[in-house]
């Protein structure tokens, strides 16, 4: 637990260090994640203790999501003016973002 | 509040134990009326968590950087969770393999639609650029699209809300709308939920098949990398 935890803080920092270094436009976590899962291709299995982990800390990911989420209360007088943008926008654009999505996978898929 | 109280309180707020243990209390009684409600999507407990902390927050007149000073340490847990998606992505790997080019065009092509549609529409009805910005990775998980958010000048705490929503509307209207499409195979619906509606529709993805859900999760973490590629590029053209 302790060792695999220190394991993705590693693979963070390597992500972090290396974004700021080369100026990358991805977040340093997302880095760090493409690195480990190239890591665990080279090896070819996941160590038990990294499922445990990993597992323990997606379980809960929504909870992650709440001390940000929480900012809206900052953002109350913006979200009061734009509501209307925001709503038509977020449902059009991910019911769009769906069908497209689902229509070009099967039409390459059938490719194949 | 009595003089008393708010003395109490106003000592407890300096210290970081109250905004960490309100984090979990309020996600813990959020999660169990989700679990009361049948798991029903729109009983979202990331939006019941924040609605009651907002609404303690307010009533006691605690400002929101005071709470973030105990919640940062849940929040910092973003990172190495990116980091841990690395795994089950790995799961994935001999499917990935094999469906490799079909889901790489569908990932670049529902990239970009979600950026460009969202921006597209939002604008058109009078959003402000700050807006915009903060819509752009609205498709992405959030520790992501915050990243995301972040660095092309939008508000990540914003980001974050715009993220929540689109996860439920995503989960709300996902399988429906796939339905009318007549797509059978669950590798594709659950990519694009996935690609759509990242973690939200992830779980609603499972709730299909055990490979819609996998894929949702694959498609999850894939849109999260070649979005964050895509999104400076395409908001340097858009705006």
Sequence with gaps: MLASLTLLLVFQLIGETVVQWLRLPVPGPVLGMLLLFAALVLRGEVPTALRDTANGLLQHLSLLFVPAGAGVMTHLGLLATAWLPITVAILLSTAVTLLVTAFVMRAAARQR | MNPELRELWVYLSTSPLLGLTLTLLAYQLAYAVYVKLGSHPLANPVAIAVALIVAILTFTGTPYAVYFEGAQFVHFLLGPATVALAVPLYA????????????????????????????????????????????????????????????????????????????????????????????????????????????????????????????????????????????????????
């Design chain 2, 92 to 239: 994935q790997w001999p499917r990935l393999k094999k469906l490799f080019g079909a889901s790489m065009l569908a990932l670049v092509t529902g990239s970009v639609v979600s950026v460009v549609s969202v921006w597209l529409i939002a604008e058109a009805f009078g959003a402000s650029d700050q807006v915009l910005r903060s819509l752009a990775p609205k498709s992405v998980t959030s520790p992501i699209g915050m990243g995301i958010s972040e660095k092309i000048g939008g508000l990540p705490s914003l980001t974050a809300v715009l993220i929540m929503l689109t996860g439920i509307v995503g989960a709300v209207i996902g399988p429906a709308l796939l339905k009318t499409t007549g797509t059978q195979d669950d590798a594709i619906r659950g990519f694009a939920i996935g690609m759509s509606a990242h973690g939200i529709g992830t779980a609603r993805a499972f709730q299909i098949s055990e490979t819609a859900g996998a894929f949702s999760a694959l498609a999850m973490g894939l849109n999260g990398v070649i979005t964050s590629i895509v999104v400076p590029v395409l908001v340097h053209g858009l705006a």
